[in-house]
């Protein structure tokens, strides 16, 4: 078990670019999950896949955020035209398709949008 | 999803048990009470859960009532490796929706 990673651990953009993050959930887990987390808070909910359907969109995210997982691997999340209030901790996790399955996390990605 | 409500804050001393409680009074019969814990910087971690029944594993005790509105999280022999958030949630579906948690400062 590697755990889930996630890549890269720390960005800096400027605001009205483009960033895109990866997740690498544990191999053997369909489900995946993005969280956002802000200084203070905890994680919030953005959305999920069941093997490459995603399933469930937060309100969160807006239209500038788009998440993809093909072939039900790993993921992406695309910010487009970055503002500041995105900066913020975002997490992937992973889990099995079955009822009581813990989330496991990654140690996230740091966006700072300046 | 169960509301669950934390105390924000806890202090315990090193070596003691460190106890954190957990209200989720609107839990329904087919919810999952879980601890996670999250240290600085990191991702959360999976520390244990329970539908009904008291459970443990390497890492702590989970005490949930009979009448499964609350619960407690134990972790036995606190050390300063223990401290950080801990969030209590109350999920029987896929989705895991995180309140603010407890910040358990471990006491030298």
């Known amino acids: 078990d590697t755990g889930v990673s996630q890549d890269p651990r720390h960005k800096i953009t400027k605001r009205g670019q483009n960033v895109t993050f990866r997740c690498d959930p544990i191999s053997e887990h369909n489900r995946l999950y993005w969280y956002r987390q802000t200084l203070g808070q905890g994680p919030e909910f953005l959305t999920y896949?069941?093997?490459?359907?995603?399933?469930?969109k937060s309100r969160l995210l807006s239209d500038r955020f788009s998440a993809e997982r093909p072939k039900g691997s790993f993921s992406t999340l695309e910010i487009q035209r970055t503002e500041q209030g995105d900066s913020a901790m975002y997490l992937c996790?992973?889990?099995?398709?079955?009822?009581?399955?813990?989330?496991?996390f990654g140690n996230g990605t740091r966006l700072t949008v300046t | 999803d169960a509301k669950t409500t934390q105390p924000p804050s806890m202090d315990c001393a090193e070596g003691r048990a460190a106890n954190l409680p957990c209200n989720h009074s609107t839990i329904s019969g087919n919810e999952y009470v879980y601890w996670y814990r999250q240290i600085h910087s990191q991702g959360p971690q999976y520390i244990i859960h329970g539908l009904k029944n008291n459970e443990t594993n390497e890492m702590a005790s989970l005490i949930i009532t009979e009448d499964r509105k609350s619960s407690t999280l134990i972790l036995p022999h606190a050390t300063l490796r223990d401290t950080a958030v801990y969030y209590c949630i109350g999920s029987g579906t896929y989705k895991y929706i995180f309140g603010t948690g407890t910040r358990l400062k471990v006491l030298a």
């Open positions: 896949f069941q093997n490459e359907a995603q399933l469930e």
């Open positions: 996790a992973s889990s099995l398709a079955q009822w009581d399955s813990p989330l496991h």
